[in-house]
Nanobody, 115 residues
Framework: QVPLVESGGGLVQAGGSLRLSCAASGFIFSINDMRWYRQAPGNERELVATITRGGRTNYADSAKGRFTISRDNAINTVYLQMNSLKPEDTAVYYC?????????WGQGTQVTVSS
């Protein structure tokens, strides 16, 4: 397991922006895919965005055109820039990283979008 520390969540009005960060600490030989998931109350956890080590990205339909995932391999950090936020984006957001040892999860950060 890789220790992950998330930050950047909060309360924002609809149409606003937030930037989430997730930093992996400790000795890490190589991180493969890095992902952001979210889980709203009563819903299953859903995949929001993925970025490969080489920078290829993939997004859920709900995130396309509004969210941007990026990573800095030098500091083992993944970001999620969220623009044009909607109330339905309200959820706990979790980062996930994959290494040779398997998947690790962040503690989650709450994002609340008011209408």
């Amino acid at each position: 397991q890789v220790p992950l520390v998330e930050s950047g969540g909060g309360l924002v009005q609809a149409g606003g922006s937030l930037r989430l960060s997730c930093a992996a600490s400790g000795f890490i030989f190589s991180i493969n895919d890095m992902r952001w998931y979210r889980q709203a109350p009563g819903n299953e956890r859903e995949l929001v965005a993925t970025i490969t080590r080489g920078g290829r990205t993939n997004y859920a339909d709900s995130a396309k055109g509004r969210f941007t995932i990026s990573r800095d391999n030098a500091i083992n950090t993944v970001y999620l820039q969220m623009n044009s936020l909607k109330p339905e984006d309200t959820a706990v957001y979790y980062c996930n990283v994959n290494t040779f040892a398997g998947d690790s999860w962040g503690q989650g950060t709450q994002v609340t979008v008011s209408s």
